[in-house]
């Protein structure tokens, strides 16, 4: 297994503590674990998409316009 040295702010480090009963490695592996598989599931949405990236952020820009008129 792999080692990885994270850093976090102090106030989270003091929180994470004061649960010393909490296994912080396996919280962190859990998380890394659950956004690959999150990714995973994106990568299979968009594997048969045609649209570039540059087709998406365009998409999006429409969208955020029309977004805006909507709501002014």
Same mark, same amino acid.
């Given at each position: 297994m792999t080692n990885v040295t994270l850093a976090v702010p102090k106030e989270l480090h003091a929180e994470m503590r004061r649960h010393p009963e909490i296994r912080w490695s396996e919280v962190a592996r859990m998380a890394f674990q659950?956004?690959? $598989? =999150?990714?995973?599931?994106? $990568? =299979?949405l968009f594997e048969a998409s045609r649209l570039t990236e540059r087709d998406a952020a365009d998409l999006g820009k429409s969208i955020r316009r029309a977004a805006a008129r909507r709501h002014r």
């Amino acid at each position: 297994m792999t080692n990885v040295t994270l850093a976090v702010p102090k106030e989270l480090h003091a929180e994470m503590r004061r649960h010393p009963e909490i296994r912080w490695s396996e919280v962190a592996r859990m998380a890394f674990q659950n956004e690959v $598989d =999150r990714l995973h599931v994106l $990568d =299979r949405l968009f594997e048969a998409s045609r649209l570039t990236e540059r087709d998406a952020a365009d998409l999006g820009k429409s969208i955020r316009r029309a977004a805006a008129r909507r709501h002014r």
